[in-house]
């Protein structure tokens, strides 16, 4: 069993359960192998629009979190595989700040996540997946659900495409994190051609996705991000699917593990 999309104590809106908590339990769990991919430091220019400003590290906790999971990678390297990473953020119109980070963080890293959170609307930048409220003003300010979805894979595409440095993440994190209320506003007719389109590109430039458990557990989503037949039209077309907890909380490994198919999966 691999996870590659595990956060830590040192994610300022998770838990503070301890690395050393995350590894027993995994170990427990019968993983081969983990990663640690805590949500990197926002640019500095960029404002976070969340009310806690919580959703990046602390620029200065990193050479920190890097040391302690390299420490326990090393103490543990018998019983399980530990990979060094970062969950990090594209974030449109701030390419530059993203590859300087990478460029001075990227050399010290074995597997690492590129994900989208943020969207600019025509008055602000939101958080879709922060609260029911934020995505409702961001769906307003965009125009609508449709619209919304429409810039959603428009980043993610340009997240795939963008420039960022030798170092890169080529893991996609949770490609249909736009539906995590889709209990409360359903998905908007079509929007699955806007899917199929990003798998092409993913498939083209050979990156890979994350597989993406968490969103069974979310009471307005209840499915995988991507769900199950998404996963397999990507599988279908070679595209790697790497399991991911998205765990917040050591007792969070292994969620939404029963509904992903591990046939799919690259081990």
Not at 68 to 86: M, R, T, W
Not at 99 to 106: M, N, S
Not at 233 to 253: C, E, K, N, R, T
Request: glycine content about 8%; some cysteine; proline content about 5%.
């Amino acid at each position: 069993m691999m996870d590659g999309h595990i956060h830590s104590p040192y994610c300022p809106h998770g838990t503070s359960d301890s690395l050393r908590n995350y590894i027993e339990q995994a170990i427990d769990l019968g993983y081969h192998s983990m990663t640690f991919t805590e949500h990197a430091p926002l640019p500095e220019s960029f404002s976070d629009p969340v009310p806690e400003k919580d959703s990046g590290m602390s620029l200065h906790m990193v050479e920190k979190y890097l040391q302690d999971v390299q420490q326990l990678k090393e103490e543990y390297e018998s019983e399980i595989q530990i990979n060094k990473g970062f969950e990090v953020d594209f974030i449109e119109g701030y390419e530059r700040e993203i590859e300087g980070f990478l460029d001075t963080y990227g050399p010290s890293l074995d597997d690492s996540i590129l994900s989208v959170h943020f969207l600019k609307g025509q008055k602000h930048w939101y958080c879709i997946d922060y609260s029911p409220d934020m995505y409702t003003e961001a769906a307003n300010d965009l125009g609508g659900i449709s619209q919304l979805y429409t810039a959603y894979y428009k980043t993610l595409v340009q997240s795939v495409k963008a420039e960022l440095g030798k170092y890169k993440p080529t893991r996609i994190g949770h490609m249909t994190l736009v539906k995590k209320f889709q209990h409360l506003y359903p998905a908007p007719e079509g929007w699955e051609t806007d899917a199929a389109a990003l798998l092409k590109i993913v498939k083209n430039y050979g990156y890979a996705l994350d597989y993406n458990g968490a969103g069974i557990h979310k009471e307005h989503c209840k499915e995988t991000y991507p769900p199950l037949y998404l996963a397999r039209q990507a599988s279908s077309m070679g595209i790697p699917l790497v399991y991911g907890s998205d765990a917040h909380h050591a007792l969070g490994l292994g969620q939404g593990g029963h509904a992903i198919d591990k046939k799919l999966l690259t081990l």
